[in-house]
């Protein structure tokens, strides 16, 4: 462990509070585009859409209709999940990458492949999935016209806006991709250098090509993204730099639409999220641990309840690389790992006086049977990027939405002419054949998505999700934990120490306390103490995330990642 962390000062923001609905997003522009449908009679969803939209314009580094996510809804009496990840190619092979017999490297730490061809570059796009999702969510649920919704996003392309500080923060962190890709660089590098400004500055990031291709979808509907000439014009240049995208990808991608989505109890709320290939699971595990143990008579980050959460997470993390794929590649013990009865057997390996050995376990078991082909394990390491955004209307209709574009600027591709962003969504396979997460053609990769929606007896009580790869999970879980078991609002539960499990070392805030920490490692734990020298997005090791609470006076309150220029506003 770090011993010699710095004093932290504590810096907080404000939390929004409003009686008549919340936005609350990554970026100021795609809160205002959120709050512009609610004003204009729409609903959650519409203002999700358009806010997801709006801020792919403003952050294109970390999101963008060239990537793809999760939104999770409930609208009135209808809840679930609408699923529009990246798939791979139908051309793709689990030996397209030529392995350079390095065990790990690269934000994900996966095996060397030659040129990175699987990070970033043409190689590295996977089939979007934003647009089809999107859509699909705003055909069920919406009740503006979708030329209305996809308004503000086409508004800020076109008429342009001058970057705010994360923004050109996260622009130079990626200079050398944006020098890389010529394409990239002449969109975000308007004169040969990054649009710096202030609030003063008139707008001066123009992207008109984007603006073109979001007012199509706004008259044309998903169609005028995945079939014609937009897709024509992103296939053809992709493929004529080598890489497997194939007007069939596009034209065949359909987003997944699960009724429910996968449901679990926690305190006596319903917790929802994603189920299958992403993170979902993995937090429903952790939280259906935890369930079973007194978290708020142990105390806020006391030694015990920070012991209890880092061996849940780390079990969940476990059985996450040990078994979870696309259900149509690889058989998985999806129903053996979220029964409780599998929940009480590992819940009983828990030991409160020491972190024992953290191994997979057996939730074939608990399905009855044997699994029909095991494959070898896959266990990534980070990526970066990503944004998530809430809502909650004055219906108490709420929407949860995370959506990637994977690593900064994802790919590094914009098509020309294209205006879009294209994911590197093939960083997320593991590219050894024979894997549970290898490549294999159509197929979808484990991804770290986790949005969430608690809901109680009257609705959504919270809405709440994160960026930072595989730093979501462990945030989501233990904000819930903060907002429920500890009674904490939106903000302060976001600005509270927490810790991370997804490293072999468990990262932590060092604002616990320097006892907390010795007293954990002599329970066995690793820790690496990362403090305020690393801020990034919040602290560099700890994803970055936006929550709504409605409390008990049926009002809003809402907090945002401080160290982010995410903002939060409400009607």
């Not at 319903?270 to 079973?292: D, E, I, W, Y």
């Not at 969940?316 to 979220?338: H, I, L, S, T």
């Not at 006076?553 to 160290?563: P, R, Y």
Request: net charge negative.
């Amino acid at each position: 462990m770090t011993t010699n962390a710095p004093t932290i000062t504590n810096i907080i923001k404000t939390e929004a509070r409003s009686s008549r609905g919340m936005v609350a997003t990554k970026d100021v522009h795609a809160t205002q585009a959120g709050l512009e449908m609610l004003e204009q009679g729409g609903n959650a969803v519409d203002a999700a859409v358009a806010a997801c939209l709006a801020v792919g314009v403003v952050e294109p580094a970390s999101s963008g209709i060239g990537g793809g996510g999760y939104m999770v809804f409930q609208v009135g009496d209808q809840g679930g999940v609408i699923g529009f990840p990246m798939r791979g190619s139908l051309d793709a092979r689990p030996d397209m990458y030529e392995l350079t017999g390095e065990p790990t490297v690269g934000n994900f730490g996966w095996a060397g492949v030659v040129n990175s061809d699987n990070l970033e570059g043409y190689r590295s796009i996977a089939t979007p999935g934003a647009v089809a999702g999107l859509c699909e969510a705003h055909r069920r649920l919406g009740k503006l016209p979708l030329e209305v919704v996809v308004a503000p996003a086409v508004r800020l392309a076109r008429d342009g806006f001058a970057p705010g500080w994360h923004n050109i923060y996260s622009m130079g962190t990626q200079i050398d991709k944006l020098f890389r890709y010529e394409e990239l660089r002449r969109v975000f590098m308007p004169d040969g250098r990054l649009p710096v400004g202030d609030v003063a500055t008139p707008p001066n990031l123009k992207q008109p090509e984007l603006a073109d291709v979001l007012g199509a979808i706004g008259k044309g509907g998903p169609d005028a993204f995945y079939k014609g000439d937009v897709a024509k014009a992103i296939v053809a240049d992709v493929q004529a730099n080598g890489g497997t995208l194939s007007e069939r990808d596009m034209a065949e991608y359909k987003p997944f639409v699960w009724d429910g989505g996968l449901e679990f109890g926690y305190r006596g709320h319903t917790v929802r999220v994603p189920p299958f290939a992403s993170a979902g699971l993995t937090s429903a595990m952790t939280l259906k641990l935890l369930n079973g143990f007194d978290i708020a008579s142990m105390g806020h980050n006391s030694v015990e309840m920070l012991h209890a959460f880092i061996y849940a997470a780390r079990l969940a993390y476990a059985d996450r690389f040990e078994y979870m794929a696309d259900p149509e590649f690889a058989d998985v013990p999806w129903k053996g790992m979220v029964s409780d009865a599998y929940t009480d057997i590992r819940r009983a390996g828990i030991d409160a006086s020491t972190l024992g050995g953290i191994a997979p376990g057996d939730p074939w078991a608990l399905e009855g049977r044997r699994p029909t082909e095991i494959l070898e394990s896959s266990a990534p390491a980070l990526d970066r990027g990503t944004t998530h955004l809430c809502v909650i209307d004055g219906e108490g209709n709420g929407v949860s939405l995370t959506n990637t574009v994977m690593s900064g600027f994802g790919s590094g591709i914009i098509p020309k002419g294209s205006g879009v962003v294209m994911n590197n969504g093939m960083m997320w396979y593991d590219p050894v054949p024979g894997r549970v997460n290898s490549i294999m053609p159509g197929k979808f990769p484990l991804n770290n998505m986790t949005p969430a929606l608690v809901l109680d007896d009257r609705g959504v009580k919270i809405a709440v999700g994160a960026s930072g790869g595989r730093r979501i999970t462990n945030c989501v879980t233990q904000l819930i934990v903060k907002m429920v078991d500890f009674g904490m609002g939106p903000q302060e539960s976001i600005d509270s120490p927490r810790a991370d499990c997804s490293l072999p070392a468990t990262s932590i805030d060092p604002r616990v306390g320097s006892d907390v920490m010795a007293a954990l490692e002599a329970k066995g734990h690793r820790l690496q103490a990362i403090g305020n020298e690393y801020v990034q997005t919040g602290f560099a090791s700890f994803a970055s995330p936006v929550a709504i609470i409605r409390d008990s006076e049926e009002s809003f309150v809402a907090g945002v990642d401080t160290f982010h220029s995410a903002h939060a506003q409400g009607l």
